[in-house]
């Protein structure tokens, strides 16, 4: 099975199967992040500042742990998990017919760049956060990023980034797009 190391306060989800402590702990505990027969490679672990975490797997598979008021973690509610838990952005893509290659955090929100260009979005909605013309909801259902020149149809996004109040992507002829605050 496939696992990573945790350090720090352990009260906000860092996968000790429940435990919370707070403190500095600087012991290393090994989180499991898959196990049975089909364990695949991480090739990518997103921390976000809200205490949510998120593991993107060699096979496309994205696992989630953490802090989850808002829906961030993408597992279709917002209970906080202490072990990590398969989120709808893997199911998602599979239904597209494609998968997930990246995944970023912001302050509270979730996102995940697919293969085909497309991105999608989970959690904190204010500001037009999920990038799905919504202004103040917020989700723990998986959202796509509509087209961010006013269109349905997204443009072909080849990196994204997440911040505190801000959604930003690249398309693949090397224009910056974000949405989020305009303040």
Do not use: C, M
Request: hydrophobic share 30%; net charge neutral.
């Amino acid at each position: 099975s496939a696992g990573i190391k945790t350090y720090g306060a352990g009260g906000y989800g860092d996968g000790r199967g429940g435990t919370i402590t707070y403190g500095n702990d600087e012991s290393g505990d090994a989180v499991p992040i898959i196990t049975g027969s089909n364990s695949w490679d991480i090739v990518q672990i997103q921390g976000g500042v809200d205490g949510a975490y998120h593991a993107l797997l060699s096979n496309g598979d994205t696992y989630a742990w953490g802090q989850n008021a808002y829906g961030q973690l993408g597992n279709g509610n917002t209970t906080r998990q202490y072990s990590p838990v398969s989120t709808g952005f893997s199911t998602t893509a599979t239904s597209l017919s494609t998968t997930v290659i990246k995944i970023v955090q912001g302050k509270y929100t979730t996102y995940a760049l697919l293969a085909n260009g497309k991105i999608l979005s989970v959690g904190y909605g204010t500001y037009g956060l999920l990038g799905n013309g919504g202004a103040w909801s917020h989700t723990s259902t998986i959202q796509t990023v509509t087209g961010l020149d006013g269109s349905t149809y997204a443009k072909f996004y080849v990196d994204i980034a997440g911040g505190e109040t801000n959604g930003y992507a690249i398309t693949k002829d090397g224009k910056e797009r974000a949405w989020g605050y305009r303040g």
